[in-house]
């Protein structure tokens, strides 16, 4: 015997819109602070614990933090891997004066292309191509 269970999840519906219409367990924010509906069709605003129930409310702001470090990025050196090796970047440098280094794997050797056809001789007043 199967038991339907209704909704038992909760559905974010983003911000509130006062022409929407919401169903039970749907959950609005507004003004930072969000609200989970505790009614089916419900088009009472958010304030309304008849239709609502706060989730979360929104908390004072903190303070502000210290200013923050601008880097000065430079590139140091770049060195060529083999091709077996993985690519690397190391930094050498201070938090506010980073130096990179950057390893780069050579490719492996490609196949030779196929010889090329209807070549065409390019000449110069001073000497052929």
Do not use: C, H
Request: charged share 20%; hydrophobic share 30%.
């Amino acid at each position: 015997m199967a038991v339907d269970l209704g909704k038992i999840g909760q559905t974010l519906k983003g911000e509130f819109d006062n022409s929407q219409v919401y169903e039970r367990l749907d959950v609005v924010s507004d003004n930072g602070s969000s609200y989970v509906s505790i009614i089916d069709e419900n088009t009472l605003p958010v304030t309304n614990p008849l239709g609502w129930q706060v989730n979360a409310l929104k908390g004072s702001d903190g303070q502000d933090g210290p200013p923050g470090i601008t880097p000065v990025i430079s590139i140091g050196s770049t060195i060529t891997l083999d091709p077996s090796e993985s690519a690397i970047v190391t930094d050498t440098g201070t938090i506010s004066n980073p130096i990179f280094n950057f390893g780069i794997p050579k490719g492996e050797k490609g196949d030779d292309g196929l010889p090329g056809t209807n070549s065409v001789p390019l000449y110069n007043d001073d000497f052929n191509i």
